[in-house]
């Protein structure tokens, strides 16, 4: 069964200073892993995926995750925080199984960023 | 091009009432899923339709119910509602069925039972 275990309920960071948010994964197959970001009173904006590709996974708003499958981890990172970086961002991993379930997503509990001025 | 939309926005209900919301995919796009989100916690997965035919059900009881029409829209039903269906409920779609395809977000119905 697959799963994704966010270490930090809530990271602070001050603007421009780097972001990292931890993730690990669980999963019996090739995973295929995601950032999601959502601001409050709205949906989940897709950040970046992993789909075995590359290790080193660019997304949007400069950030970026690394998969290590050694360490069953998924971070994603950004050099410099900006304000606008505010908001709850999830892990997620999509289930791996053949039939009717194939694709649906597993989320973490989500971390909330704060970027302090 | 319009994202996923979702309607209504807001909705307040009394416990053992019915409700239904709607969906509308992104223009092409065939798979629609709905997701439940309790304040504080990660989306959980309630359905999956792609093709108009079920193809995921996550575990909810069957007061849940959903359908996806031609077009590809979806409504979601929930019967007899309780105090614990308050949540955000999200819908996705993609444009095929969601193996490996990233799923894109509506903003949600906020549901809120009294």
């Known amino acids: 069964a697959q799963s994704v275990t966010q270490l930090d309920s809530h990271v602070s960071v001050s603007e421009g200073t780097p972001v990292l948010l931890r993730c690990n994964y669980s999963?019996?197959?090739?995973?295929?892993l995601f950032w999601y970001v959502q601001h409050p009173n709205k949906g989940l904006q897709l950040l970046l995926k992993y789909t075995s590709a590359a290790t080193l996974v660019k997304g949007i708003n400069g950030f970026e995750a690394e998969f290590k499958k050694s360490e069953t981890s998924f971070h994603l990172t950004k050099p410099s925080a900006h304000m606008s970086d505010a908001a709850e961002y999830f892990c997620?991993?999509?289930?791996?199984?053949?039939?009717?379930?194939?694709?649906?997503?597993?989320f973490g509990k989500g971390t909330k960023l704060s970027v302090k001025p | 091009d319009a994202g996923v939309t979702q309607s209504p926005t807001h909705l307040i209900k009394t416990r053992g009432q019915q409700v239904t919301l709607r969906c509308s995919p992104i223009?092409?796009?065939?798979?629609v899923s709905w997701y439940q989100q309790v304040l504080g916690q990660g989306p959980q997965f309630i359905f999956q339709?792609?093709?108009?035919?079920?193809?995921g059900r996550g575990n909810f009881p069957d007061r849940f119910s959903a359908r996806q029409f031609p077009n590809y829209s979806s409504e979601l039903n929930v019967n007899a509602l309780l105090l614990g269906d308050s949540a955000l409920y999200l819908c996705a779609s993609s444009l095929g069925q969601p193996s490996n395809q990233p799923q894109h977000f509506g903003d949600g119905t906020r549901l809120s039972i009294l």
């Open positions: 999963s019996s197959y090739s995973p295929s």
């Open positions: 223009s092409g796009h065939k798979s």
């Open positions: 997620v991993v999509s289930v791996s199984s053949y039939g009717g379930s194939q694709g649906n997503l597993i």
């Open positions: 339709y792609y093709e108009k035919e079920e193809r």
